[in-house]
């Protein structure tokens, strides 16, 4: 559903992104490893459309969507959970959520039902759904950020690291989540500094490295690699 060809990516001079090819099928969950600063929040964006590419050519399900905006993106079915949540922390958790649905949804019952089943999904939430986003701890936003992003009914869900910061216990059931997420049919593009974890619920996996996709496997070639393990996994 998804192909990048040839992606450049620039910061000024600076090229964070260097001839990026990849292909994600429908209801797939894709992990993408990297250290930091390797270009994975560079990749998402550019897929996004927060970043428009230098150079090659992004489509979906066939359709050219190179340089086009984040609304059009949207419009596609490509959902972005920002790294470091990025929510309202004064606005309540179902203003919050609602807000994931804002840009280009307009069937009102439609997007009850989502959240509704948002909701079920994410029970803490529906108990603290008045609060402000603000007072929740760190796993509860992070359900919060992931739940906004699932009011946009994503085909692809991009997810940049819902880890980070979180307690193990919490960070299981993040993965947990995510794995429910992706069986229900939404295909999903993970980047994650835990790559263990990330690649026991993946179909295939990426490496990003300077820019560069240097890697791809499927679950077991990546489990089973000792590059991989020795730079992502440890021991
Ligand atoms: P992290 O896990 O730390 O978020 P990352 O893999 O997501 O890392 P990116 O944030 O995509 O990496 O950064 C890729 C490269 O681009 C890095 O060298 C970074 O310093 C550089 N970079 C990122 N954002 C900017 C920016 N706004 N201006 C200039 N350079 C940037």
Same mark, same amino acid.
């Given at each position: 559903?998804?192909?990048?060809?040839?992606?450049?990516?620039?910061?000024?001079?600076?090229?964070?992104?260097?001839?990026?090819?990849?292909?994600?099928?429908?209801?797939?969950?894709?992990?993408?490893?990297?250290?930091?600063?390797?270009?994975?929040?560079?990749?998402?964006?550019?897929?996004?459309?927060?970043?428009?590419?230098?150079? +090659? $050519?992004?489509?979906?399900?066939?359709? #050219?969507?190179?340089?086009?905006?984040?609304?059009? /993106? @949207?419009?596609?079915? !490509?959902?972005?959970?920002?790294?470091?949540?990025?929510?309202?922390?004064?606005?309540?958790?179902?203003?919050?959520l609602r807000l994931g649905g804002y840009v280009h949804?307009?069937?009102?019952?439609?997007?009850?039902?989502?959240?509704?089943?948002?909701?079920?999904?994410?029970?803490?939430?529906?108990?603290?759904?008045?609060?402000?986003?603000?007072?929740?701890?760190?796993?509860?936003?992070?359900?919060?950020?992931?739940?906004?992003?699932?009011? +946009? $009914?994503?085909?692809?869900?991009?997810? #940049?690291?819902?880890?980070?910061?979180?307690?193990? /216990? @919490?960070?299981?059931? !993040?993965?947990?989540?995510?794995?429910?997420?992706?069986?229900?049919?939404?295909?999903?593009?993970l980047a994650e500094q835990n790559a263990y974890a990330?690649?026991?619920?993946?179909?295939?996996?990426?490496?990003?490295?300077?820019?560069?996709?240097?890697?791809?496997?499927?679950?077991?070639?990546?489990?089973?690699?000792?590059?991989?393990?020795?730079?992502?996994?440890?021991?």
């Amino acid at each position: 559903m998804l192909k990048l060809e040839g992606v450049d990516a620039k910061y000024d001079s600076f090229k964070a992104l260097d001839d990026v090819s990849l292909e994600i099928d429908a209801g797939e969950l894709v992990v993408l490893l990297g250290a930091n600063g390797a270009g994975k929040t560079t990749l998402f964006n550019t897929i996004s459309g927060l970043m428009k590419p230098a150079a +090659g $050519r992004i489509t979906i399900d066939g359709k #050219d969507v190179t340089g086009r905006k984040p609304s059009a /993106l @949207v419009q596609a079915g !490509v959902v972005q959970c920002p790294e470091g949540r990025k929510l309202f922390p004064g606005m309540s958790v179902l203003k919050n959520l609602r807000l994931g649905g804002y840009v280009h949804r307009r069937d009102r019952a439609g997007m009850n039902r989502t959240l509704e089943h948002i909701l079920a999904m994410f029970p803490i939430l529906e108990e603290k759904k008045d609060q402000p986003a603000g007072s929740l701890s760190g796993g509860q936003q992070q359900m919060v950020a992931v739940g906004r992003a699932l009011m +946009g $009914r994503p085909k692809l869900l991009m997810l #940049d690291e819902p880890s980070l910061g979180l307690a193990p /216990l @919490v960070v299981k059931q !993040v993965f947990e989540t995510v794995k429910s997420i992706n069986a229900e049919g939404t295909t999903v593009l993970l980047a994650e500094q835990n790559a263990y974890a990330a690649l026991k619920i993946a179909n295939r996996a990426y490496v990003i490295e300077n820019g560069k996709l240097v890697m791809q496997g499927d679950r077991d070639e990546m489990l089973g690699n000792e590059a991989v393990r020795k730079a992502y996994i440890g021991a």
